[in-house]
């Protein structure tokens, strides 16, 4: 059975920065890409990085809203994708998903196995 | 502002039918496929449709969904209270090599 376990997140004061896991099994983690999806309170969904499996050269994607800000990594010994997030701010307050994504190439992915999140509150 | 377009929100009585549509542009519905997900806030958003319109094995056929040119469309037949959740889109943008969400509709059965 998959599964897909966010950690990493908890009170955190403003300008500093967190590095968020995404532990999966169940499946091959090397052979999948992996997504980090955010939540901000009352608000929709928002994409925030892919990172493609080795097949695909490991490249990475970022939303433009995030790009500079964050970075994502993975490490397919330990089954783990990492979201770094930089200089955080009030408004990166979020529950924080990560999500396997299967797909191929530049832009076929869709995500089918999420976690329950991993909750961020930034205080100032 | 979501680069896809979603109602903000929708209601219909238990058994009634409902459908949810989801408005693009060339640069993403257009050219790739889309994806349906439900979330309840705090869960773990679940995947309703992929490819357009094929449904993961334990997603019951009352949901389903369709394309046509640079809009998509979610149906859902035979209304249960448990339906009650956010809908949202999905699908990639070649122009912003990212993936997109629409901005969600928020079901409410009656």
């Known amino acids: 059975e998959v599964h897909v376990v966010e950690s990493g997140g908890g009170l955190v004061q403003s300008g500093r920065s967190l590095r968020l896991s995404c532990t999966a099994s169940g499946f091959p983690f090397g052979d999948f890409a992996v997504s980090w999806v955010r939540q901000a309170p009352g608000k929709g969904l928002e994409w925030l990085g892919l990172i493609r499996s080795s097949l695909w050269g490991g490249t990475i994607d970022y939303a433009a809203s995030v790009k500079g800000t964050i970075s994502i990594s993975r490490d397919d010994s330990k089954g783990t994708a990492y979201l770094q997030i930089f200089s955080l701010k009030a408004e990166d307050t979020a529950m924080y998903y990560c999500?396997?994504?299967?797909?191929?190439?530049?832009?076929?992915?869709?995500?089918?196995?999420w976690g329950q999140g991993t909750l961020v509150t930034v205080s100032s | 502002q979501s680069v896809l377009t979603q109602p903000p929100s929708i209601s219909a009585a238990p058994g009634q039918k409902v459908t949810i549509s989801c408005s693009g542009s060339n640069s993403n519905i257009g050219n790739n496929y889309v994806s349906w997900y439900q979330h309840l806030p705090g869960t773990a958003p679940k995947l309703l449709i992929y490819?357009?319109?094929d449904r993961p094995s334990g997603i019951p056929g009352r949901f389903s969904g369709s394309k046509s040119g640079t809009s998509a469309t979610l149906v859902i037949t035979g209304l249960q209270a448990g339906d009650e959740a956010d809908y949202y889109c999905g699908t990639w943008d070649s122009s912003l090599s990212a993936a997109v969400f629409g901005g969600g509709t928020m079901l409410t059965v009656l």
């Open positions: 490819d357009n319109s």
């Open positions: 999500a396997r994504a299967p797909g191929w190439g530049a832009n076929y992915y869709y995500f089918d196995h």
